[in-house]
């Protein structure tokens, strides 16, 4: 079974500067899909970024990038230039066939 | 586009009544539906996976006869908590995937907080 850990349950940052998330996954399978989604307080889930395993280069959303090590089952988001707004859960999670989520982290943006 | 509706936003009922969640895809066809399970300040549980036209597919651990899961057109899935008690109340999640393929992105509903008394 596929199993999704987000070691950092709670991290903060100041705003405008970067902060990284951390994420490492098990799995048997070679083809799957990795994603980041952000739960604000209204608990909506909101996609922030999407890579696929077979995908070697990293994915990039505007202020959001990924780093992802297939061998070392890792997939950590950056957060640049951090902003209010960004404060939320994030989750980290695996996809194939269904999608599992990590604990989550829980993410302050300081004045 | 792809917009997924979560029916009630909330419901409080008492213990022993039967409490049905809409989930509708409004501009999409969704053959697969999941459905979780989400509690205060934790992660989100994979309870089921709703497809069109069969019987769902539940995750070890939740209770088939308990909640029952309906998926009878290609835009609407259901989620019924039969004889809710206190421990069921929890913040439940549809999600759909767009085109039948369930390696797309999915999308979320807006979630329903349920309240047993």
């Known amino acids: 079974a596929q199993t999704v850990t987000q070691s950092q349950p709670e991290m903060s940052v100041q705003e405008a500067e970067t902060v990284t998330l951390s994420c490492t996954y098990d799995t048997s399978e070679s083809n799957y899909y990795l994603f980041w989604y952000k739960q604000p307080p209204s608990r909506q889930m909101i996609l922030v970024i999407r890579q696929e395993a077979y995908k070697q280069q990293n994915a990039t959303e505007n202020r959001f990038s990924v780093n992802f090590q297939k061998a070392a089952k890792s997939f950590s988001l950056k957060i640049s230039d951090s902003q209010l707004g960004d404060t939320a859960m994030y989750f980290c999670?695996?996809?194939?066939?269904?999608?599992?989520f990590g604990q989550g982290t829980e993410l302050s943006v300081k004045p | 586009g792809a917009v997924v509706s979560q029916h009630p936003s909330w419901v409080i009922c008492k213990s022993g009544t039967s409490v049905k969640i809409e989930c509708r895809s409004l501009?999409?066809?969704?053959?697969?539906m999941f459905w979780y399970r989400q509690f205060p300040k934790q992660s989100l549980m994979l309870m089921a996976t709703s497809n069109e036209g069969s019987k769902a597919t539940y995750e070890q651990g939740v209770e088939k006869d308990k909640f029952l899961i309906n998926h009878a057109s290609l835009t609407l899935s259901t989620l019924t908590v039969t004889s809710a008690h206190p421990e069921d109340s929890s913040f439940y999640i549809c999600?759909?995937?767009?085109?039948?393929?369930?390696?797309?992105?999915?999308?979320f509903g807006s979630g329903t907080q349920l309240s047993v008394l």
């Open positions: 999600s759909a995937a767009k085109d039948g393929s369930t390696n797309e992105k999915l999308f």
């Open positions: 501009d999409f066809q969704a053959t697969t």
């Open positions: 999670a695996f996809m194939n066939g269904k999608l599992i």
